[in-house]
């Protein structure tokens, strides 16, 4: 079936950097994204989400970019901290409600 | 205010048993879903539940039900355990909104951990 994934599985940055997490999704008729934080031990938290009229939208050090032409989704995280280390997933809406369907998830390291 | 509750944090038990998950929505949210993540993946959609009724279910067997209360709480059932049930299981809840066909924020649950062995 069609599925959500991502390029990297890892991401190592220094504090104070700017992180990048990409993200491919397959099914062009979703039209609802969401990031979502996991840290150890917690379920997923909400980070920000997008809709397919949009291409870009900005919350608290955090961006999400949405490249329908090419099915992809990217979040940058500004200024990186220690606290921002976790698994990071995208998710699309394929279907009404909240079926969501996530990615496999990647790991954000940050180096202090 | 008290986000997405489940009980128990973390619970063992051994193939063919039955299992009943919890979880307390965030106060006027009506709509709950559940999620099973297995250990390095994303979470997969087993069911929704709003105003009480399924609204909509993923891809697992018939052993896998779940019902809401009319004080929007869930319960999450799992007959004749495999050992492949092992797993987060993650309960979400979601604002109210003029319609279930609507996309919203999934708030989630620190999910109960099963381990079947």
């Known amino acids: 079936g069609e599925s959500v994934g991502l390029h990297l599985p890892t991401l190592s940055v220094q504090e104070g950097d700017n992180s990048i997490i990409n993200c491919a999704y397959s099914?062009?008729?979703?039209?609802?994204f969401i990031w979502y934080k996991q840290e150890s031990g917690k379920g997923p938290q909400f980070i920000i989400d997008i809709r397919s009229n949009m291409d870009k939208r900005q919350g608290q050090r955090v961006t999400v970019l949405l490249n329908k032409t090419v099915k992809h989704l990217s979040l940058q995280i500004a200024a990186t901290q220690p606290g921002d280390s976790a698994v990071y997933f995208c998710?699309?809406?394929?279907?009404?409600?909240?079926?969501?369907?996530f990615g496999a998830g990647t790991i954000l390291r940050v180096k202090s | 205010d008290a986000g997405v509750t489940q009980s128990p944090t973390h619970l063992i038990k051994t193939r063919g048993q039955h299992v009943t998950l919890r979880c307390s929505p965030i106060s006027g949210h009506k709509s709950v879903s559940w999620y099973q993540q297995v250990l390095g993946q994303g979470p997969q959609f087993i069911f929704q539940?709003?105003?009480?009724?399924?609204?909509g279910r993923g891809n697992f067997p018939d052993r896998f039900s779940a019902r809401q209360f009319p004080n929007y709480s869930s319960e999450l059932n799992v007959n004749a355990l495999l050992l492949g049930d092992s797993a987060l299981y993650l309960c979400a809840s979601s604002l109210p909104g003029q319609s279930v066909l609507a996309n919203e924020k999934l708030f989630f649950g620190s999910g109960t951990q099963l381990s079947v062995l």
């Open positions: 998710a699309e809406n394929q279907e009404y409600g909240n079926k969501l369907v």
């Open positions: 539940y709003y105003e009480k009724e399924e609204r």
């Open positions: 099914n062009s008729a979703s039209d609802y």
